[in-house]
């Protein structure tokens, strides 16, 4: 019997598909190349980022290997322990790349443990909204287009907090945020349902965020964490409802099997991640433009070798965004309008099994990077070599290796 062959999208779909993935790029993080771990241990790496000229130089190779990571996400605590400098966006520059998303840091210090623009110490409430404008000047010096803010904030018991006077502390803090931003900067606003909460979380679900971003102005927008959604969470509908209300920030792509497990984007559910660009493909198919959002990834890796795991990240969200881009939008508008439930969904199915190697392995000869950029780094030596050295710069500096953040 003959195997049946996969899908192939027709020669214009695979032209078009292979034109958006050009104008594709995907940020990644400082922190997912540092030594972490859980707060049950961590298990240290060797050629594991030891500061921020590493991570930038991680950052850089990843982009060397895919084309597609062009900036990175700093977290303004981890990376500039000393402050910021202008020289630092040099420093990225040697390496390749640009200071992207500015992160603030409003969980670690200790005066926060009862709330940061929540807290019911009206000075706690001040210091972290002086850092958060601190950060939005340090945004303003590297020209970083978002500014992107998750907050740690909530109760852990009920009869501990008063829910409706902390929303309105966080309401009043992200106006001043907002106020404070150059014009060309977006203000992210991400969402957890719990931890390190247990009770509540002030920023709990994207209704939430929604109704904050409404609070601090039209530069504020959701961002959307995938792996911060209790289970069973249609994460595609929430994708799909905030790009019709002009609302979708951005992503922190990531994957989970049970929390925020922190997993290699689609390692656990790889066709919700394809649900999810498939909607953005159905809106940018029907407006026939680019939809304006941040992709960004947001992974600590903590037993996978750190470059690796990013490089397998992004090529895996340029792989599904490809077989989102496949998707046989004709006829599946016209079977929709037959009420033709079975075709329907196998129109979705189809793309998703769909082998877009070939597209793949266009762009990146567009973009100048290997057909196989994992197995190209792993067979490069890298890790080898940055190993010594980090190993003997740890030495030198007395730098344990690893931030305390899970
Ligand atoms: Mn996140």
């Known amino acids: 019997m003959a195997r049946k062959r996969a899908a192939r999208p027709s020669s214009a779909a695979a032209d078009a598909a292979i034109d958006r993935l050009c104008r594709f790029f995907v940020e990644v993080p400082s922190w997912g190349f540092a030594n972490t771990g859980t707060r049950f241990g961590k298990f240290l790496q060797d050629a594991a980022a030891v500061d921020l000229e590493d991570k930038f130089a991680d950052a850089g190779v990843t982009h060397r290997y895919t ?7 700093v977290h303004v605590l981890w990376d500039f322990p000393n402050g910021f400098d202008r020289g630092l966006c040099r420093l990225a520059a040697k390496h390749g790349v640009k200071i992207g998303a500015i992160n603030p840091n409003l969980f670690q210090d200790p005066c926060y443990k009862f709330g940061s623009i929540t807290n019911r110490d009206p000075s706690v409430r001040r210091r972290a909204i002086d850092h958060i404008l601190d950060s939005i000047e340090i945004g303003r010096q590297t020209g970083s287009r978002h500014l992107s803010l998750w907050l740690a904030d909530g109760a852990n018991y009920p009869g501990q907090a008063d829910i409706r006077q902390r929303k309105a502390w966080a309401a009043a803090a992200l106006k001043k945020a907002h106020e404070a931003m150059p014009g060309n900067m977006t203000l992210l606003l991400e969402y957890k349902p719990f931890e390190p909460a247990t009770y509540f979380m002030d920023f709990f679900d994207w209704g939430a ?10 530069r504020a927008k959701v961002l959307v964490d995938t792996g911060h959604h209790l289970p069973g969470c249609n994460v595609e509908q929430i994708v799909a409802w905030l790009i019709d209300e002009g609302m979708l920030g951005g992503f922190h792509f990531n994957d989970r099997k049970y929390a925020d497990d922190d997993l290699m984007v689609a390692s656990i559910d790889p066709y919700q991640a394809f649900r999810i660009f498939n909607e953005i493909a159905a809106w940018e198919h029907q407006a026939g433009k ?3 959002i941040a992709y960004m990834i947001d992974q600590s890796h903590n037993i996978e070798p750190k470059v690796q795991a990013m490089i397998q990240t992004v090529c895996r969200v340029q792989e599904l965004f490809a077989k989102a881009l496949c998707v046989n939008r004709e006829a599946l508008a016209a079977a929709q309008a037959k009420e033709d439930v079975i075709g329907s969904e196998d129109i979705l199915h189809k793309a998703f099994t769909m082998d877009v190697t070939p597209i793949l392995k266009a762009v990146r000869k567009k973009l100048g990077v290997p057909d196989e950029p994992l197995e190209a780094f792993r067979a490069s030596g890298y890790e080898a070599r940055v190993a010594v050295q980090r190993r003997a710069k740890r030495r030198a500096t007395g730098e344990g290796g690893g ?3 899970a």
């Open 67 to 73: 084309g597609i990571t062009p900036t990175v996400a």
């Open 209 to 218: 965020s929604y109704i904050f971003a409404k609070a601090a102005g039209p």
């Open 290 to 292: 680019d939809l304006p």
């Open 403 to 405: 931030a305390s953040y």
